[in-house]
């Protein structure tokens, strides 16, 4: 137990292939779906990446599914107590038909956590469909999420609430497509409503924002400042409108900054992906605070193998982080309890 809270968002890639129908681990020598690496050894390596973060909460993307047969619960519970973890119970919100859920873990001695889904007339809950005018042709269309944010409140014994809010943002591939310019429609198509997603994700921030609520955004947002020919298109990426367009209270994270700062700026990486014979770092995952967890002096790490020297020193943890996921995990230090945070209303 210590005097910081520590949040973390990972995704993890092909996490539900490591558990059969009962929740249990498939430790065996089985290919895991990531290229070469075993479920035996991925399940270790996962292992030794939760163990070195100890994060009180985590926000896990791409979570075990939960349908007729599976439980996201019971699987990560069980992934929990193979490894002694702190965050032992898992909390999930709306679930989703793509094998990939939203969960978090979280330490129950140090914290309570509820799914705690918002909805107005003019802000609908996440398993529903919002309108937007993207294209301003005097036409809202309505967009739905293919895997609804997790919303949840999350309080520190002793400390004041916080709304967290976990998501997965990502738009399809172009399947179907006949031609070049078939493909291009269609990836303009879904990219439009990813960003309507995101349109829809920061009407909730703003609420929540205005109910003086401290808040916290985590998770993988396939989309950052100049990842991409579609931001030209569209003025802004997803990353920019939830952290806060012209005339909104902002939302904060270091690493989106100093994206932001210009192509010619060092650029922080969360991901690392195989293209072509080459390895491509990107920053897809974040975790955007509200204005008051901002002035408590936080601290964002990317627990990136080669760029974090703690985990490029430690050739067990970088070894590890490399077999674990194509994503590394982001981990923000809060002081705890957090007893005097607040916005106030705006």
């Not at 292992?47 to 439980?71: H, K, L, N, Q, Y």
């Not at 995952?285 to 760029?307: E, K």
């Not at 974090?308 to 194509?326: E, F, G």
């Amino acid at each position: 137990m210590t005097d910081r809270l520590r949040l973390a968002t990972y995704n993890i890639e092909w996490f539900n292939n490591l558990f059969n129908d009962a929740g249990d681990l498939l430790d065996d020598l089985h290919w895991s779906g990531r290229w070469g690496v075993t479920r035996r050894d991925q399940i270790a390596a996962l292992g030794a990446v939760f163990t070195a973060m100890d994060a009180d909460a985590i926000m896990v993307i791409e979570a075990p599914d939960t349908s007729r047969r599976r439980s996201t619960q019971r699987s990560l519970e069980g992934f929990a107590k193979r490894f002694d973890l702190r965050a032992n119970r898992v909390l999930t919100g709306f679930l989703n038909d793509t094998q990939q859920e939203i969960a978090l873990m979280y330490d129950p001695r140090k914290m309570d956590a509820a799914h705690a889904p918002l909805g107005s007339k003019d802000v609908p809950q996440f398993d529903g469909s919002f309108s937007v005018d993207l294209d301003h042709d005097g036409r809202p269309e309505p967009v739905r999420w293919s895997k609804p944010p997790l919303e949840v409140t999350l309080t520190p014994h002793g400390g004041q609430p916080i709304s967290l809010i976990g998501v997965h943002a990502k738009s399809k591939a172009p399947h179907g497509a006949d031609n070049p310019a078939h493909r291009l429609r269609i990836n303009i198509e879904n990219r439009r409503k990813q960003l309507a997603q995101c349109v829809w994700l920061r009407a909730r921030v703003d609420q929540l924002l205005q109910q003086g609520q401290p808040v916290a955004v985590l998770g993988d947002f396939n989309d950052g400042p100049g990842l991409d020919e579609f931001e030209t298109l569209f003025g802004r990426s997803s990353v920019e409108v939830v952290l806060g367009e012209v005339g909104t209270v902002p939302m904060f994270d270091p690493n989106a900054r100093l994206a932001l700062s210009g192509r010619l700026a060092a650029q922080p990486a969360s991901a690392r992906f195989e293209h072509d014979g080459v390895f491509l770092s990107v920053l897809l995952d974040y975790i955007m605070v509200s204005p008051d967890l901002a002035a408590r002096a936080p601290r964002w790490t990317i627990w990136h193998p080669f760029d974090t020297p703690a985990c490029y020193t430690n050739d067990a943890l970088r070894d590890a982080l490399l077999l674990a996921s194509d994503h590394f995990p982001v981990t923000l230090d809060l002081p705890s309890p957090l007893a005097s945070v607040g916005n106030g209303p705006t």
